[in-house]
């Protein structure tokens, strides 16, 4: 009753047999240990969550395990090189853009889709790509400032 | 949530009064009824099936005449548990009749109905909204429960 | 907590349907899963057999033609019809509903389909697609069919879908010239579902400015996404003033039939349908002259 | 050199890289050797007896290795309020009696969760229902149900206070109002939900990993309630995913995973869903005020009369604070030389309610500020000018409750008074609405009868210099590990990163009471930095030997540098005096210790911080809909330590009292929360989040670390009264019951309307 899955996770191949009905969130967070990716709700309204499937973001928690069969997925896990951090890391630390922590890596994923599809966004845009998840601590607006400095090259990714 | 409503019959007060406490007469009326079983004289099991969009539920439904003054007042409490689970139904209604004239009588009703569980969880929207169809099938039944037999 | 359920993944449509015909009951049929999904962690949906259609390509396509219009398989993300030249150049209203439809992610993995077979009578797609008098295609193992949108609709998240048949396509007719469609919805946090949504389409006769055809839409003001036809009536035919738009407003809050909860009363939601069929039509005309 | 060379700087949280990697390990990440996985079973009615509870089948489950029910507890009750037995009145696990939807009956310890949960289904509870009662004002009617023995009327907490003589000074007054308000319930939708770790040993030592405000309150409550020693329970919390005030009392999560632990010697972990947060963990308090408000024509406020009724729900909890802190708060920030304040907390069979970011503030600032501003109206005065006219002071003393500091309110209504006129003339249907406000830096009441200091900080030093800091103090996202380093590294004058802070572990930590109240920056910030100078007083005593300083001079450590005050040229390395002072002293290691207590610093607060902000909103007078379009916030928090977490506050208070006027509510039917899921309970999300400035003011507070004090809660005071001024002064019209909905506008419009017809 348990099926295969096979899917790269931050570019590593996994094979896996899981239970059909489990979904993405726990896979990643149970069965590989990628605890970075959260769950704040089970309604897909929170988008901590929230995870890149095939260069798209979606909330894991609302996504089988087995659809993401032969994809690729990249977490928070993924974001840095060894100990070089991501330039959305990077500003998020500079502009204080969380608090608890609970929703960053779900918030930074978001991001990390807006920009890879649209690396220039106005405000109005960067604020419908973190629309779907939800902070409670920070007001959003150190998030818009630390994606509006990434916008602006003042984080470059190192060579 | 409540409904609340009121309408005629043409039947003396009496003969409203015992259909009313016919055995199952309450129970039959709740939409999806499926089969009822008088446990006492107050008391009454019933079977509902009830289904919204891709939910459904069957509930073990237990109503309870609690207050009876006859030929006016009449309470009656139901419970009901999902079979799977999934959610309890509670439902408070009464029944007052008033006599306007000989065989004139004016039935009004309130049901206070209420839903906890998950299937409260899944969407007051969407349950408020079957509630109060079920509700309203209720009353039209009982209506017409009434009228068929008051009128025979 | 979901219930263990025995995984079926078709690749194509011949497939999907024969599991589909063979398990009936016992059964659900999963795309994006956006809605579903939800129901089965709470344990209110519990199929035996679940059908994961999200890989049945044939599905998943937009195609246009000057004769035929618009084409929109049932398995196209809503992304993608946000996101396609084709539909923001001839159907701009389509692509503007689903950028304000739920969140991104949902938008990236849900599917159209999966969005009308939910049969929410809150969901943004169905008002927008009965104004642009779209039809829906399904398929079983008996044949095809094809049914008038706002005939599918049959009840708070009852579709007319039969048991054995899937939804295969959204047919949107050519947009005949001088017309407009435009769609807002009413809510308080932007994202959010409609409290109330309308959409309204109307077609110019010619310069003159005279109302040839004109469909409003009404969505999370009934059980189903309908048609206000008695509004309609106040503006086919004439030439629209702002008093005829207020008419129909208020026409149109008198045919609505919304329930209250907790969002808003019966009576709210009647002052939204008058404001907004007001509003969104005095919007789509002037993009019908325009056009 | 500038005067401080740690604090005030804008540096990133030491918390931060392991946040923004997604390697920070929460509660809700732990997973130990040999774990099971709880589940709890919860009441359906909102009152009802329990007659019998069947766990046979659900132990006889595949996977479930023990079921508890109130049996298998000692039959204690417990509250944060521990001072007054009274008030102790929650078992956690009912033995008799449930007393909301979402009381706890029984918990299952599975090897799954989906067992736990499958086999939740399988206990039968009996029932006997008994009648219950939602409404507070229902409750307190004689014929109301009672809900907790021996409690007349349902009436759970009483609370006055008065000064001056206030029914002599309404008759000196030339104009009085009298007005009703209503202040509804608020979620804290903490992200990450209530979750523990238990794990009781074979050694009969209980361990907990919590997601919790206060570990040293869970400690103690959880050792009364098991009948073990407070030595034998060590709470640790990992990060901790929010608090907003719902984590410091002992919840359902840590007592039945300790006890079904205790109960199978294996660790035990439960995570409340997100319905059970929102169904059966506590909220904000609702409230229902009248207020009668005197003043002379001028605009000076004579006298202020209060009532309030608070929806207690079923259990005490923090609603005792709440009760208290409405009281006084009620009179913020002004000076009332006649005041009186009665509150009443009922019971109700509903979900406790109690503690939110503010306690019972936010709500008297809204009903506060919303009547100010309906008197300066009245009076034709100007809402800043009466605010002006009527503001406390530096040095003001509240008779009988607390004494005032420093107070920059006036310099704060100045640069609010400048905004406003900055934006002029504004378009129709927009208005700016303004509200002011104050709170407190920690409280001073002993509810929880601690023996212990307040707050307490160890500071050691390695022999390489690196300093570890001990506090019980506990960061849940406010950023205090931050503000603490930074507090430390600047009183012994090292850099951020010679810091490592170790907190709100009870088994290595000195007892703290925990983040609440606003207290960590200024208590525990008092006891790092005694402790930090009680560590430097050891460094310095060997360094003025080593430099062979003259006793006159001052010696100092800044930027890790040991000098003479007045000669700071003349000095030694700190690391150096650092192996020198171990070596010179046998080895010992070199320990400072601190607490902090308040003393003589009146019934509430040691300090007070105070602010006055302005919302901007336009209205949509067809549907009622307003857009929230900026909120500009006056602040003074005495010196600024952390200005990027001051920012984070003052922002994320912005979304989270902006939607105590907006959005946020907790609708009930019958004692049934409507919706309890974040796709049906609104909060604000980026796209309706207004612009926010902040104008900072500049003060210092005697009391406090280096001049600071609280920059939290306060700042979730102001919002909803200035949104609520804001839709008046643009539409005209005012709504009296939070929260301010498109559909209340715009009935009240069309009632303005009618009126004018």
């Known amino acids: 009753m348990k099926k295969e899955l096979r899917f790269t996770v931050n570019g590593q191949p ?33 988008g901590a969550c929230t995870v890149i499937l095939n260069g798209m973001a979606v909330k894991s928690c609302s996504v089988l395990a087995l659809q993401a069969n032969g994809g690729e997925v990249l977490t928070v896990e993924g974001l840095a090189k060894g100990n070089e951090l991501h330039p959305l890391q990077k500003a998020f630390l500079d502009h204080g853009a969380f608090q608890c922590g609970f929703c960053t890596s779900g918030m930074l994923m978001s991001s990390k889709a807006l920009l890879d599809e649209n690396p220039n966004p106005t405000k ?36 | 949530m409540l409904i609340e409503g009121k309408f005629t019959l043409r039947a003396p007060i009496q003969e409203v009064w015992d259909f009313l406490l016919a055995p199952g007469t309450l129970a039959s009326c709740i939409p999806g009824a499926e089969k009822v079983e008088a446990i006492d004289d107050k008391t009454y099991e019933s079977v509902v099936k009830q289904k919204v969009g891709p939910i459904s539920v069957r509930l073990k439904f237990t109503t309870t005449l609690t207050d009876i003054d006859p030929p006016r007042h009449l309470k009656a409490i139901g419970r009901g548990a999902d079979i799977g689970k999934a959610g309890i139904f509670t439902q408070e209604t009464t029944v007052d009749l008033t006599k306007i004239s000989k065989d004139e009588v004016e039935v009004s009703y309130s049901s206070n109905v209420s839903i906890t569980g998950r299937l409260a969880t899944f969407g007051e929207r969407i349950m408020r909204a079957k509630a109060k169809t079920a509700g309203e099938e209720f009353t039209k039944n009982l209506q017409e429960k009434l009228k068929s037999r008051t009128a025979g | 907590m979901i219930r263990d359920f025995e995984y079926l993944t078709p690749k194509t449509l011949e497939e999907a349907l024969t599991l589909l015909d063979k398990y009936g009951d016992e059964c659900k049929v999963i795309a994006g899963g956006q809605s579903l999904l939800i129901l089965m962690k709470q344990g209110l949906v519990a199929p035996e057999y679940l059908i994961d259609i999200k890989g049945i390509t044939e599905l998943n396509y937009i195609k246009s033609d000057a004769k035929e219009g618009l084409r929109i398989g049932a398995l196209t993300p809503h992304r993608a019809i946000e996101k396609s030249p084709v539909v923001r150049n001839g159907f701009a209203v389509l692509a503007e509903m689903e950028n304000r439809l739920a969140s991104i992610q949902t938008r990236n993995w849900g599917t159209i389909g999966g969005n009308l077979c939910h049969g929410d009578p809150a969901g943004d797609p169905a008002p927008v697609l009965i104004a642009l008098n779209a039809n829906l295609k399904m398929a079983s193992l008996k044949g095809e069919r094809t049914t008038a949108i706002e005939d599918f609709f049959l009840d708070y998240f009852e579709t007319a879908l039969e048991p054995g048949e899937l939804l295969t396509e959204i047919q949107v007719p050519v947009v005949p010239p001088h017309t407009g469609t435009v769609y807002i919805k009413f809510n308080v946090i932007e994202s959010d579902l409609a409290t109330v949504g309308v959409a309204v389409s109307i077609t110019l006769g010619s310069s003159e400015g005279i109302c040839q055809d004109v469909r409003i839409a009404l969505g999370a003001a009934a ?23 207020r008419e129909a407003g208020q026409i149109a809050s008198t045919e609505a039939e919304p329930i209250s909860d907790i969002y808003a009363s019966e009576e709210y939601r009647r002052e939204l349908v008058k404001v907004l069929v007001k509003r969104v039509s005095r919007e789509a005309l002037a993009r019908a002259k325009q056009a | 050199m500038s005067k401080y060379s740690v604090i005030g700087k804008r540096v990133h949280r030491v918390d931060g890289p392991e946040k923004v990697t997604g390697s920070a390990k929460y509660t809700f990440d732990i997973v130990l050797h040999n774990m099971l996985y709880g589940k709890i079973l919860r009441s359906p009615y909102p009152h009802a007896r329990i007659v019998n509870i069947d766990t046979s089948q659900a132990e006889r489950l595949i996977g479930v290795k023990a079921v508890v029910t109130g049996k298998d507890t000692l039959g204690r009750k417990q509250s944060t309020w521990r001072r007054f037995p009274e008030l102790c009145d929650e078992e956690i696990l009912c033995r008799t009696k449930v007393r909301y939807i979402g009381d706890p009956v029984a918990a299952v310890a599975a090897i799954d969760e989906d067992t736990a949960e499958e086999a939740l289904d399988l206990i039968e509870v009996e029932y006997e229902l008994l009648p219950a009662v939602f409404d507070p004002m229902e409750a307190i009617k004689e014929e109301a149900p009672q809900i907790h023995e021996g409690v007349e009327l349902n009436i759970n907490v009483t609370r006055h206070i008065e000064w001056g003589d206030v029914d002599e000074a309404f008759k000196q ?134 009532r309030v009724i608070t929806e207690g729900g079923a259990y005490t909890g923090m609603g005792a604070t709440a009760l208290y802190l409405t009281g006084f708060f009620s009179s913020f920030p002004y000076k009332y030389p006649n005041y009186r304040y009665d509150g009443y907390r009922a019971y109700t069979n509903t979900a406790p309610a109690s503690a939110m970011r503010g306690f019972g503030a936010p709500q008297s600032t809204f009903v506060g500020e919303s009547q100010i501003d309906m008197l300066a109206e009245d009076l034709g005065i100007d809402p800043i000018e009466i605010r002006r006219k009527n503001g406390m002071t530096p040095d003001y003393e509240v008779p009988g409750q607390a004494h005032i500091q420093s107070c920059g309110l006036h310099q704060c209504l100045d640069k609010i008074d400048e905004h406003i006129k900055e934006r002029g003339e504004l378009p129709p249907n927009r208005g700016i609405g303004v509200s002011a406000y104050g709170f407190m830096s920690g409280g001073i009441f002993n509810w929880f009868d601690t023996p212990y200091a307040f707050s307490a900080a160890i500071v050691r030093i390695n022999i390489d210099g690196k300093v570890d800091l001990f506090t019980g103090a506990c960061d849940i996202g406010q950023g205090s590990d931050t503000t603490l380093s930074m507090i430390c590294a600047e009183e012994l004058g090292v850099h951020l990163d010679d810091i490592r802070i170790h907190a709100a572990d009870t088994g290595i930590c000195p007892a703290d009471l925990g983040a609440w109240g606003s207290r960590e920056t200024l208590m525990n910030g008092n006891a790092v930095k005694m402790a930090a100078a009680d560590a430097k007083r050891q460094l310095l005593e060997f360094a003025a030997a080593k430099l062979g300083a003259n006793i006159v001079y001052d010696m100092d450590i800044k930027d890790q540098w040991v000098h003479m005050v007045d000669r700071p040229e003349r000095g030694l390395s700190y690391f150096d005096i650092v192996k020198d002072t171990i070596r010179g002293r046998d080895g010992e290691t070199i320990i400072g210790r601190g607490h902090y207590t308040p003393h003589r610093k009146g019934m509430i607060s040691p300090a007070y911080s105070f602010g006055v902000q302005a919302a901007e909103v336009e209205v949509d007078t067809e549907t009622g809909k307003y857009k929230l379009i900026n909120v500009t916030t006056a602040h003074e928090s005495g010196t600024v330590i952390n200005p990027v977490g001051i920012e984070g506050q003052l922002e994320g208070a912005v979304m989270m009292a902006g939607g105590y006027g907006f959005c946020e509510d907790q609708p009930m039917d019958e004692g049934k929360i409507l919706n309890p899921s974040i796709a049906d309970y609104k909060l604000i999300r980026s796209l309706d989040m207004p612009e926010t400035k902040i104008l900072e003011v500049d003060t210092y507070e005697p009391e406090g670390p280096f001049g600071a004090k609280e920059a939290g809660e306060g700042l979730t005071n102001p919002t909803a009264g200035a949104i609520g001024n804001a839709v008046y002064k643009a539409v005209g019209v005012r709504i009296n019951d939070l929260p301010i909905t498109p559909e209340k506008v715009l009935k009240a419009l069309k009632e303005k309307k009618q009126q004018a017809e």
């Not at chain 4, 308000?181 to 050694?203: I, L, R």
């Not at chain 4, 050792?223 to 990060?239: F, N, Y």
């Not at chain 4, 319905?275 to 024509?297: C, D, I, N, W």
């Open chain 1, 124 to 159: 109005e845009q960067i604020k419908e790509g973190i629309d779907g998840n939800i902070c409670r601590c920070t007001g959003y607006n150190s998030i818009i400032r630390a994606l509006t400095g990434v916008v602006k090259g003042e984080y470059k990714e190192e060579k």
């Open chain 4, 173 to 306: 007054c030339d104009y009085i109002r009298e007005d009703h308000f209503k202040c509804s319930s608020q979620a804290h939708v903490c992200m990450e939900t209530h979750c523990a770790v238990a794990s009781f040993g074979y050694d009969s030592k209980l361990t907990i990993w919590t997601s919790t405000q206060s570990s040293y309150y869970i400690q103690a409550l959880v050792a009364d309630m098991l009948g073990l020693r407070e030595g034998d329970v060590r709470v640790i919390k990992p990060h901790t995913g929010g608090g907003f005030g719902s984590k410091f009392e002992l919840d359902s999560a840590q007592f039945c995973a300790s006890l079904l632990s205790m109960k199978l010697c294996q660790p035990v972990k439960i995570v409340l869903s997100r319905e059970e947060e929102f169904t059966a963990t506590k909220r904000r308090t609702p409230m229902y005020y009248s207020v009668k408000l005197g003043a002379k024509k001028d605009g000076t406020m004579l006298a202020k009369e209060v």
């Open chain 1, 14 to 46: 996994y094979e896996l047999y899981i239970k059909p009905k489990t979904i993405l969130v726990e896979v990643l967070r149970a069965h590989l240990g990628l605890t970075g990716t959260k769950r704040g709700c089970d309604s897909s309204s929170c």
């Open chain 3, 223 to 245: 059980s189903t996404p309908v048609r206000a036809k008695q509004a309609e009536a106040v503006l086919r035919g004439k030439k629209i003033t702002d008093n005829l738009l």
